[in-house]
């Protein structure tokens, strides 16, 4: 399929620079697959649209403070490096910015409360560097000498760091936030939890490249990218007595969805697993364990509209988003949702 295909025109004032004051004040579109529609709602409307014996299915990653500013030794030179995964102890690939990086050189963050020795690179600007702390963890180094790295099309700091985490965030592995789970409240989720429906965590380590486009002209040319996942006995299991019962899987997120789909066999059920994924879902994907999706409104030409447009249909789903460009829906990280069934 041509890349191509998933274009549409979004004016740049559409994209969200702020989160709203309150969380599930987001606008809301319902794009119902079998009618062939979308409709206009407020996220605060979304438990209306789930049943009694669905169960929501959300990424309880949290975003690591991973952007660190900081000085290569001894010529004191600005270097900025953007934590990516931890690929084992101490041991980081990050994205460099600033000056040119060989194995060997030291880098300094938060006067000295933080360093880092390149190990490997500069690649693609890439390198894989070993952190140290003067008092042994690293974790609590990172927290104090870095921060939450927002999208490249925030043009500006936070007020509150915290709006661009899940209210359920949990373990700090992801690059980026989960951010369709970005509209839920504790409120909100008590009232879910209230109707019956069940909800599943799991955890998927969102990286930064999840921002950028699709560069082949065929989609089938694409090398996707990979992320590490985790499902649990607990969460395979309520998912599967959901489903088994007649409820659905709501998957919160395209992260949720691709460890679904990673998870699943043959037969729609999940199986519990931890790994890597690189699972590209594009038009003509046979979906086995995902029964409706929650999403924001993503990128041109991104593996994550290609999902959604396998779940919706391409036509449907470059419909809904003509429709809302032309509502005015707020977009990317900070904007609307849009609930598929």
Known sequence: MRTETFDYYLPPGLIAQDPLPDRDTSRLMLVDREQRRASHHSFRDLPGFLMPGDCLVVNTSRVIPARLAGTKEPTGGAVELLLLENTGGDRWKAMTRGASLRPGVRISFARGALAARVVEGPRAGQVIVDLEAPGGNTR???????????????THELLDGERYQTVYADREISAAAPTAGLHFTPTLLDEITCLGITIARLELAVGMDTFVPVREELTEDHRMHSEWYSMDDE??????????????AVAVGTTSVRVLESCAKADGTVSPGRGYTDVFITPGYSFKAVDAVITNFHFPRSTLIMLVSAFAGTDLLLASYGEAVRQSYRFYSFGDAMLVV
């Open 140 to 154: 609590d180094a990172i927290d104090v000498a870095g921060e939450v790295p927002l999208p490249p099309y925030i």
């Open 235 to 248: 969460c395979a299991a309520a998912i599967n007595a959901a489903r088994s019962a007649g409820g659905r």
